[in-house]
């Protein structure tokens, strides 16, 4: 084949790969609102210092190394809006507790996504 083509063809599917990642954040952060309203949980997995440079000030931070052992913070019966700072480590966040048996759980990417106004 082609090199220009694979190259091409390569370049296509990374695109594609960013774009859906991006709109299912945005459809995401479109629903936080109606969570909080039934009582969910923001949940910054960030390092303590990444939280203190901003946050959302209802949020409660547990850094994704500690997740494992902090479990039983989180209430199964409330949705749980994850977020990070781009959104890698809230969505391996998001495997960990599904793995646990949350499954009412967002994640929305950048701690930004939390912010409504």
Request: with cysteine; net charge positive.
């Amino acid at each position: 084949m082609n090199s220009n083509f694979l190259f091409y063809i390569g370049a296509g599917l990374i695109g594609a790969f960013w774009l859906s990642r991006f709109l299912k954040m945005k459809k995401n952060r479109q629903r936080v609102p109606q969570l909080l309203n039934q009582g969910a949980v923001i949940l910054d997995v960030r390092t303590p210092a990444e939280y203190r440079q901003g946050s959302h000030p209802k949020s409660i931070n547990i850094p994704l190394d500690e997740l494992s052992g902090r479990f039983e913070e989180l209430s199964k019966d409330k949705p749980v809006i994850l977020c990070c700072a781009s959104g890698a480590r809230s969505s391996q966040a998001e495997s960990l507790l599904r793995a646990k048996g949350y499954d009412q759980v967002l994640n929305v990417g950048p701690w930004r996504n939390t912010l409504t106004n």
